[in-house]
């Protein structure tokens, strides 16, 4: 599954990459060029092999947050670069698929049925928004995500072939090395420096829609990144094998699986992020009873909960040291304890839960208004909202948006009830599907099983607080899923 050097060498191009893109972002022209370099490279090595360019988007879709690592803009809007590589992927493989004959249905069963209903109810809803009278602008970017389903067919096709599959491995657990080893890299230098001090480091992460930095209390900062959503996803994967190869009691990458596994963990713990966190408990305590069920051991059990335990330690060591190391000229002053923090994480008297608190009468009104089919892409709410950003004195104040923190309501706000269902369903096919694999409990398809399963609830519980199943992130780890589990049918295993 693991190939160390080319883990290594892929890892060492994203790093590449990120020092890239905040290079450019400090020049206009630069940027633009940048942008308009990688898009014409991307294309030709798309004309050259599509598996080749389709590894690339999933590296971006993992590092580069909302997309805009590369961007340049076109009046008042902003094209990104994942939006640039989309378009660019999607036309050449079509084109190539004339001569192919491939057809759309085909190539993504035997998920045809759901992925047909899904774009059914997003037709409805951007048609239900054009009815209500919403701007184009704003109907545009709310579902403007939803076409990444459009990359099914590309990814399906791709990952039939194993050589492929292994090189997404690779590519994708990569890319959960560099999320952890960011949010270490941009926690310490906050820590060290403050948010005066490296204004244009935190101004690239705002910019580029990679995340936020936020000051917390004394020298200690919240690092959330976009794309901390693959750093559960990846533990999880990680782990969920990892745990295989122990039931298995096979030694091969049991050393790159922990350290993937680490890498996960630390992203988790430095977004200090809740919904992640229930997440990830909700999928840990769901793999213990499948572990239970199929008569994991108590030996095997023991030495699981030790790794996990061991994961836990050292990722908050590691955080606790990129806190404390000796950087030069430091202006932060001395790193603030932990316990504080923690306490202040699951607090419930913070702006941020009240906001949430206040949000979730409103959209329950909204749904009521129209729950079966919602009232559109583009569809807004008034609320009184806490949030230091909108509060005004220290008072909430009313705002507007759009844009809403509660995932599976976001959703039949704006598809309705039946919207919701659809979702639910696919996603509870992809599950069983996963579970089906896990018969054979020796086989290497019940291993990745495991790990998508694991994953696949932790998304949809981390949908329930924080929106990632609307957005291309999410988009992205229910497409893969779905394509590892079609290119391993169950007769195989």
């Not at 670069?81 to 378009?87: A, K, Q, T, W």
């Not at 050393?255 to 200090?272: C, F, K, N, T």
């Amino acid at each position: 599954m693991i190939d160390r050097r080319f883990l290594f060498f892929m890892t060492l191009v994203l790093v590449a990459n990120e020092l890239v893109s905040f290079a450019v972002s400090q020049n206009t022209v630069a940027g633009v060029a940048a942008f308009f370099v990688i898009s014409a490279m991307f294309l030709a090595i798309a004309l050259l092999s599509t598996d080749f360019a389709l590894l690339i988007v999933i590296a971006e879709l993992v590092v580069g947050g909302k997309g805009y690592l590369y961007h340049f803009a076109v009046g008042s809007f902003d094209v990104s670069i994942r939006l640039s590589l989309f378009v660019i992927l999607l036309i050449v493989w079509l084109l190539k698929r004339r001569y192919k004959k491939l057809s759309f249905f085909t190539s993504v069963q035997p998920y045809t049925a759901y992925l047909i209903a899904l774009a059914s109810i997003v037709i409805l809803g951007f048609l239900n928004a054009l009815v209500h009278g919403y701007p184009f602008a704003r109907i545009f970017f709310d579902v403007n995500a939803y076409l990444y389903f459009l990359l099914a067919p590309v990814i399906f096709t791709s990952l039939e072939k194993p050589e492929q599959r292994r090189k997404l491995y690779n590519v994708f657990f990569s890319g959960i090395l560099l999320v952890g080893l960011k949010s270490l890299v941009v926690l310490g230098i906050f820590t060290h420096y403050g948010l005066s001090t490296v204004r244009p480091l935190y101004s690239w992460i705002r910019d580029t829609g990679v995340g936020e930095v936020a000051h917390i209390f004394a020298n200690f900062y919240r690092v959330f990144f976009q794309s901390q959503i693959f750093g559960l996803v990846g533990f999880l994967i990680a782990f969920g094998v990892l745990a295989m190869r122990l039931l298995r009691e096979r030694h091969d990458d049991r050393g790159g699986l922990y350290v993937i596994s680490l890498a996960g963990v630390v992203a988790i713990l430095v977004s200090l992020s809740r919904s992640f966190w229930v997440g990830a408990a909700a999928s840990l305590i769901v793999g213990a009873l499948i572990l239970i069920r199929y008569r994991y051991g108590w030996r095997r059990g023991f030495l699981t909960l030790g790794l996990l335990a061991s994961l836990g330690a050292l990722a908050t060591g590691l955080i606790s040291w990129s806190m404390s190391f000796p950087l030069p000229f430091p202006t932060g002053g001395e790193p603030s304890g932990g316990q504080a923090l923690v306490r202040e994480r699951f607090s419930q008297n913070q702006p941020a839960v009240d906001s949430r608190r206040a949000l979730l009468p409103a959209m329950f009104t909204r749904i009521g208004q129209h729950p079966a089919i919602g009232t559109g892409f583009g569809s807004t709410i008034t609320y009184s909202s806490s949030d230091p950003r909108i509060a005004r004195d220290g008072k909430p104040a009313r705002f507007t948006t759009s844009a809403f923190e509660w995932g599976w309501l976001d959703i039949a706000v704006k598809m309705g009830l039946v919207g919701v269902i659809i979702y639910i369903i696919f996603l509870k096919r992809l599950i069983h599907d996963c579970a089906l694999r896990l018969r054979a409990l020796r086989d290497e398809v019940s291993a990745v099983s495991f790990g998508l399963l694991l994953a696949l609830i932790g998304l949809a519980v981390t949908h329930v607080f924080s929106p990632y199943l609307n957005h291309p992130l999410g988009i992205g780890i229910v497409l893969l899923s779905a394509a590892l589990l079609r290119a391993m049918p169950v007769k195989t295993v």
